[in-house]
């Protein structure tokens, strides 16, 4: 009897452990504001592992306007690492940062 609750408790934890594929993934949390021309920001969590986050406003650059944008997202790779990229998008182009990018 010991022996089968023990079997069915490790079944239980390997199919829980089981990655969500992709295409099966939904949308945990999911947040949206536009705020005109003051900007916007986003968040999204999805049950696989991948969430993102950005926000952005119009900034004067000499005489004109430029979107600035400033924002981070992780997912998790085939190989089960976890990788994190946060970033700046502005007048001087997209600019990323993380553990696993090659540095200047």
Do not use: W
């Amino acid at each position: 009897m010991k022996c089968a609750l023990i079997c069915v408790a490790l079944c239980v934890a390997a199919v829980v452990a089981i990655p969500v594929p992709d295409q099966n993934a939904e949308t945990l949390k999911y947040d949206n504001n536009i705020n005109g021309v003051d900007g916007y920001s986003y968040q999204y969590e999805t049950s696989n592992g991948i969430s993102a986050q950005e926000a952005g406003e119009l900034k004067a650059v000499g005489d004109a306007s430029a979107l600035a944008v400033r924002g981070s997202y992780t997912y998790t790779a085939a190989d089960g690492q976890v990788y994190t990229v946060t970033y700046i998008a502005d007048e001087n182009g997209f600019q990323p940062e993380g553990e696993h990018l090659p540095k200047e």
